[in-house]
């Protein structure tokens, strides 16, 4: 087992699901015991919690009675209410939370991957290639028209697919990570020069619609859309389930990971499809989210203080669905009427969270 | 690093090249009659020069216009733009000398332009319709883009190859300019100066203005910026004349509107991924919807410009509105406001027909006459909003900029 724990002292915290984690890697070693399996429950309530709170909080004030009366099926005193219930705040909590944990788990597999702690699902250019497949339907035919917002999910999908294929193609020619993560590095700086020149020639209102897209959003999925979404995004999960073992693997270095009798080519294009799969559905449906992917996994590994993959992905897809809901819950601003981009709202509640485990991590 | 960094350069560049405003287009030309433009002295240049002379027997003061200012001398007038930009606090003085005369001492610091022009460019389209009413279309060596440009007499003029276009796509040729070396630059700022184009246009040495129009907030201060332009021609009395019509007949239709009590709900715009950019409740936009006697749902928001709103504190506060206006301009039909998003057929507005958009008079390059004639014609976008609410008021009114989306 390629199993990680870090060395801790007893210590006391004001966060109180740290200490108690803490304590927990301290009481074993053994990783799937059941104090483990506590440590998930625990983070499922607080998503439930996390879940509900984001149904009742919102730019329009809603009694919590009224929330609950309408998710039970009741009728509120305001009709207007009901519609934002199940119709925008619904949807856009479902999508924060399927977003979170794909992009949080398409970062975690792009990681191990690449044994790189800057690796996200922007790295492979597959944010990149969807964007550029956006921008080609934003700022040239426009997001009405006939297949009106499809035609951007469309497009984006498949500028996502593109840049998957071209990265497994050379995944499957060249021997290191390391030129892999390169030529990922440079197909996003070449879309991105192709957007561009699109931008160049574009009027102000595309300008701006495309610049919306890339601030990233939650509300643009409707219901309509959500079953594509889920479906995809839950094939990208179950898969990632099943590729712990390779992964925790791929932790001991490639030479080594080889000598074990892994296939490092087919674990490779497995996992670039996998994680492909997830960011690139979530970009097309909410626009280039970049850093959940980067900071959900560190945050796991801090937390659960292991490496093991078999624990890091139900956690890092916990947490990404939980950090998704509250940063979309904070960039709504509840009680006012104004909203922020959500790409802003996440980073700057994120990095330092992020920052401050890692010296936290880093003193012991 | 390296991803952090590309992201946030890349977003700079968004940031810039959407500030920057110039509207864009594929493809340049440049017309035989930009190098042979002549240098030769204006008809209107005086030739015996008395000091005691008023040269300016027309003078004109802005009335609704708040963003600039006007003093008269013998031969020389001294032009304040105050409000260049949104928030801005420096100003701008413009020398106008009457061609002929000496240029009088203590105004270092402002530009000095020559008067009347003869040749005269654009950097937005929102400036043409000045010319036109002035009868100075003669004048225009061209301007930063075709793409937008709505007016056919302009439009037959760049089909004949008569005009210039100054700018590929966001960027302006200053060289182009050089070789044109017009009388003036009519131009805007934004206050970004990495955005602008002003400040290089002035090192050059060209004769540029900033124009604060679209910084006024009311539909008749925006209008009366082409009294502005009027300065530059030395066109004052038919300015005044052009204008006093335009102001008499937005002002009768408030008149007509002012009273009414029982008053349409009415809202604006569109989501953008999930935000909604709504007129602020003192901007421009909202004073015409108050002007043309609808209810503005955001009519008691302070603020001047556009407010990024959410969309379902929108659809709380709209759903029940009376009328829908200046949708999305992709959207022909019905059908295609409900591909976008089909919760927008859960709006009042939307389930009883009531949606009109400006859009009625584009063309197929992408340039709409709402934002070109509609800069001068606050009196017809006024009669088009009240037929729009109270069709009973105007019934001879057709509708000019305004369409009602089609089933």
Known sequence: MANKIYPLKPRSTKAPIISYINKLSLQKLKPLSTNY???????SITLLITFLASLALGSVAIPLTEVLNILLGGTATKPAWQEIILNFRLPRSLTAMTAGSALAISGLQLQALFRNPLAGPSVLGINAGASLG???????????????????????????????????????????????????????????????????????????????????SFSGVTWQQMPILLSVVSIGLLTSQLTCKPLNLLLLGEQQAISLGLSITAVRCYLIVSASLLAGSITAFCGPIAFLGVAVPHLGRSLFRTQDHRILVPVVALLGAMLALVANSIAQVPGSQTILPLNAVMALLGAPVIIWLMLKRSNH | MILSFKDFSFIQGLKAALLTGLFATAGCRISPSATDFSTAESSDCITDYAPNTDYFPNKIQPQYAAGFSVDYHNHYKVVTVTQP????????????????????????????????????????????????????????????????????????????????????GRTLDIERLLISSPDLIMAYGTGDPDADSYGRLIQAGLP??????????????????????????????????????????????????DTLSDRPTVFSGFSYEGTWYMPGGKSYAAQLLQDAGSAYLWANNDSTVTIPLDFESVFDQAATADVWINVSQDWLNYGDAIATDPRYGEFAAFKQDKIFNNNARMNDTGGNDYWESGAVNPHLILADLVKIFYPELLPEHELIYYQQLEP
């Not at chain 1, 035609?151 to 697919?161: E, H, M, P, Q, R």
């Not at chain 2, 022009?117 to 937005?124: A, E, G, M, N």
Request: proline share 3%; charged share 15%; hydrophobic share 50%.
């Open chain 1, 134 to 216: 956006a921008a080609l339907i934003v700022l040239t035919v426009g997001s009405g028209g006939l297949w009106g917002q499809l035609n951007v999910v469309g497009a984006a999908s498949l500028g996502a697919a593109i840049a998957m294929l071209l990265v497994l193609l050379i995944a499957r020619q060249v021997r290191s990570s390391l030129a892999l993560l390169i030529f990922g590095l440079m197909l996003g700086y070449v879309t991105t020069a192709l957007v561009t020149i699109l931008l160049h020639f574009s009027r102000l209102e595309q300008t701006l619609a495309y610049l919306n897209w890339t601030f990233g």
């Open chain 2, 85 to 168: 930009w949104q928030g801005a606090n420096e100003s701008f003085k413009y020398l106008l000398v009457q061609c002929g005369t000496p240029i009088p001492e203590g105004f270092e610091d402002a530009q000095v332009i020559q008067v009347p022009v003869d040749t005269v460019v654009t950097l937005s389209t929102t400036y043409l319709p000045h010319l036109d009413r002035l009868d100075q279309v003669d004048a225009l060596l061209g301007m930063d883009n075709f793409s937008f440009v709505y007016s056919p007499n302009i439009r037959t003029k760049i089909e004949q190859g008569k005009l210039i276009e100054f700018s590929s």
């Open chain 2, 208 to 257: 540029v203005v900033l124009l604060g129009d679209y910084v006024e907030n009311s539909p008749l201060g925006r209008a009366e910026w082409l009294t502005f332009t009027a300065l530059f021609f030395n066109q004052e009395a038919m300015a005044q004349q052009v204008f006093t019509e335009i102001s008499t007949e937005y002002e009768s239709l408030v008149e007509l509107t």
């Open chain 1, 37 to 43: 399996l506590t440590g998930l429950t625990l983070l």
